[in-house]
């Protein structure tokens, strides 16, 4: 029986997630897993979730060095979010010899060196299957079965938040709208600027791409585009084409390079990741021998993420242990610019006769070659009228210095949408 | 460093993908998890594979005695099929101080309880990724993830031959071609009986109730029904109403009972299962906390598969691990004729008027309510016409009965279809 005393710095969501799953399941993890998990002390600034949970005094703090540094306590568990306090409590507790479980994926991202450096020091272990994904095993499946073998691609809907508005606005739900009922169902934080400019899904494609490839990347690295320019015509046009619109994060070695964006990318009704709807999240991972490997689930929530908290308590107390963070190599950064694919192009013009014309002209000029194009103007009650291009293949930068010729023409709005196709790589 | 030598018993498919994954990955599994794998030496009655794979004289044999009695080897990989043999060699392994890694889900679902006397006796460990979905992480992801949380319920696609089928079948080919065309893909063996009426998937349902429920089952106590009688027709229909048609492996607790069952049934289009098509296999586990996970990917085949007995192999040589198999406790098992579903009946009538007032005037004195009815028989070219009924919730007792008295009339073909409506289970 091994004995692992936890102090919880954070007693937000997932901090009472984990205090009461604990509560309720101790003895049978106990039994399970052969190790006994006690909660010596929690921290939080507020006293208003330690009264709802009825902590006693004796067990209860403001002051997060009576965690870090408590000698009885053996793992911390940061549960704070941010980057500059919960990097401080990370150190401290660190260099005071214990283990650290976090659930911070910017922490990850943005510190990740500076983390490196300090468990490379202490010779301390770190968790963070929370980190990404929420509930969803994928850290640990990743580490325990798929780098068995080469991984080519991941590909991910990580951000709940996003996926849930973007499943509303399937249903004819304008952007603005799909929002405020994602904040009502508690899907949406009030602040929910990082999660919809695609920053937060960026965060988890660098924790991600350390863990897939061993690379070492910045979230300045990735290019990062978010879901607030669509609009529910264009899921509706994207579906009568064959098509959903997701939000992925996207990591693959291609050419000898690390290809790894966030952007909203069209894919097809058959790829695996088309079903993920609502607050579900999903990891697609590509890897030689394996193939396509697809984990879903909840990517947050209180109960789901405190789970995946306590899945890192019983790891990281396991006999050699060992999860590095930052320390990989590096690699060139693939360029969205030579990025080869189809593209979905929305322009809204006036709608005027030859309009339409002087648009193909333009693109034809650039050898941008059509699939099709839709008008769907039946319930547009302005002036000007949403066009859909699709593309052939062809690289994001011709695509897209097209599009800047085109945002010069008089008759064309300046909100110009253009996603690319993303069809399902289950081979390499 | 571990070290850890194995003899690999059975070079068919899945062992020359073993020893090719290792000759391939041995320096960086060695390196990404400190495990050191030697094949000491390979077992086969056949010398072909040896051959193809150029394997040392000295270190083959056709006597499995040979591996089980070595005294370097460590653990023994049993992947030679079957119930006889297989449990000779499993015995010999485990009662010559050997662990056992196995990918035999019947040998687990028929001699379970004998595998554990042997467990117990010598204190040696087995594992069995690779019995249930091929290369998709399932086994380990309920171990270290999953049971954290109380488990309610499970729901899988876990023959990729009768999806294979399946997926062919709702694109017009009858289950005849679809079967040959399986075949000749590689995804059905030249004897695919086990597949196709369900039985491989009893084995598999054994295997997750004991993991997920830790309770013992034998096949005998899952009711089990396979494709065989599914028509291309049947699909269509489905499809127009929403719902594919997927063989299921259930397993859950209902009622304080264990309700547990293979057969085919219409999932909606919204359930993460409903997408999983081809060959691919998927998992669907709904627990407490953490909700509803899906873990999707290949479900056979020779790397895939190979892929999930080598991460057993680094999972069994960790301290402290322990998997155990049937050592379970009992639980009464809850009966079909209880399950209370919608119900999705076809019958073959010969068409003439009056008849079909006749099927409900039946299904009418069973109180057995209809949803919809719908004859579908554009493309008929027999005399019998298939009508579709879909009734509104019910015991499957009543329902079967009812089809009892309807088979009795003369103008009905003897080959009726009753299916049940899954629901996504996503709340207990």
Known sequence: ?????????????????????????????????????NILKCCDISESTKRKL????????????????????HTVIELIGGTSIAYKVLKDAILNGK???????????????????????????????AS??????????????????KIFSFQGIMNGTCNYIL??????????DALNAARRAGFAEANSTLDINGKDTAHKVVVLSKKCFGIDLKSKDIFTQGIDNITSNDLDCARNLGYKIKLLG????????????VHPALIRQDNPLANVDNEFNAILINSKNLGPFMSYGYGAGMLPTASAVISDIIRISRDGYKSDVHEGKKLAIFKIDDLERKFYLRIELEDKSGNLGKITNILGKHKISIDKIIQNNENNK??????IILTKKNRFKIVNKALSALKKLKFVANNPLLIPIEDFIWKK
Chains 1, 2 share one sequence.
Request: no cysteine.
């Open 1 to 37: 029986m091994k004995k692992v005393n936890i102090g919880i710095i954070g007693l937000g969501t997932i901090g009472s997630g984990v205090y009461k799953i604990l509560k309720e399941r101790k003895a049978e993890i106990k039994k399970l897993y052969n190790v006994d998990i």
């Open 54 to 73: 009825k902590i006693a005094n004796s067990k209860f703090t403001k002051d997060f060095k009576k965690i870090t540094r408590d000698k009885d306590i």
């Open 99 to 129: 283990n650290l479980i976090t659930a911070n994926k910017a922490l990850l991202a943005e510190r990740g060196k500076d983390i490196n450096s300090l468990l490379n020091k202490s010779g301390k272990r770190i968790a963070y299957e």
């Open 132 to 149: 990404v994904g929420g509930g969803i095993p994928v850290i640990g499946v990743i580490e325990d079965s798929i780098l068995i073998n």
């Open 167 to 176: 499943s509303s606005m399937s249903k004819k739900i304008e952007f603005k």
């Open 250 to 261: 996207i990591g693959r070695i291609f050419k000898n390079k690390i290809d790894a964006r």
């Open 382 to 387: 302005t002036k000007s009228v949403p066009v």
